[in-house]
């Protein structure tokens, strides 16, 4: 049998808010195989970010374990920090928040090229171009500002950045809902096509359960911190098992399109 690329097993978190304790996740299993496009969909508060925190190790987990290439994650920040850093990256719902309003777009790139020690010098200027045009960029952005962008645009933005370090896995959490609309299929689109051409492994976690059956090949149900539902996207989401599945989908009004 395979080791799965990212795992968790038996994850726990809970947290305390004074004398009450909240269980955000409760023995939460999933196994994603490389290049392998992941959903994670459930209603407020069921647990997804607390596991996309978990599994970028910005979390402690309290119980269980996640594991990169079957090796703890405990192991890999005490001993190869910078490699797990650079292996799993991140992309957020909102770009902005973690972009240096003072920094131009290019600085922001190339300081990840420097920390990571992934170019030489000289090359930095023509990896940034590249990284830009590769998230359907312009290169001549590098000079501009965050706040020249649109949100459409700065989102790309964020997801150069996480390309930047050549990652093997991306964890996007909800990365277009703070969007337009009108863009918001467009930046799915631009996530959907890196991840195949790219044989990213992606964990997308969405409240739009049409953007995971139109992205992701497989979708996880989360609900009370659980995984409630597992399975093939158009599986799950056609002819679901569970009836929080079926709640969750009777409660979309109607699928949008993005093809
Ligand atoms: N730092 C924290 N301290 C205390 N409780 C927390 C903390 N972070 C999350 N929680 C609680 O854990 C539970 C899960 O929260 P989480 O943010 O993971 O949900 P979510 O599925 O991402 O929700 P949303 O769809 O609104 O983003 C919630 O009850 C939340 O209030
Ligand atoms: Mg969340």
């Not at 370090?165 to 991306?170: K, N």
Request: charged fraction near 25%.
């Amino acid at each position: 049998m395979s080791v799965a690329l990212l795992e968790a097993r038996g994850l726990g978190v809970t947290f305390r808010r004074g004398r009450r304790r909240v269980e955000a996740l409760s023995e939460v299993g999933i196994a994603i195989g490389r290049g392998e496009s992941v959903g994670i969909v459930g209603e407020s508060g069921s647990g997804k970010t607390t596991l996309a925190r978990v599994l970028l190790g910005l979390q402690e987990a309290t119980a269980g374990d996640v594991l990169l290439e079957g090796r703890s994650i405990g192991d890999w920040l005490r001993r190869d920090r910078a490699a797990f850093r650079r292996r799993v990256q991140m992309v957020f719902q909102d770009p902005y928040g973690s972009l240096n309003p003072r920094l131009s777009i290019g600085s922001a790139l190339a300081e990840v090229l420097r920390v990571h020690r992934l170019v030489h010098r000289g090359e930095e200027a023509a990896a940034v171009a590249e990284l830009l045009r590769s998230v359907g960029l312009d290169s001549r952005y590098a000079d501009r500002f965050p706040h020249e962008f649109s949100g459409g645009q700065r989102q790309r933005v964020g997801i150069a950045r996480a390309l930047a370090t050549r990652p093997e896995v991306l964890i996007a959490d909800e990365p277009v809902s703070a969007l337009d609309v009108s863009v918001q299929a467009q930046v799915l689109n631009l996530l959907r096509d890196l991840q195949r051409e790219r044989g990213l492994t992606l964990l997308l976690i969405a409240h739009d359960l049409a953007a995971v059956r139109y992205v992701c090949d497989r979708v996880v149900v989360m609900h009370e911190g659980r995984v409630v539902e597992a399975g093939e996207s158009a599986q799950v989401l056609d002819r679901p098992v569970h009836p929080y599945t079926k709640g969750l989908l009777a409660a979309v009004p109607e699928l949008g399109e993005f093809a």
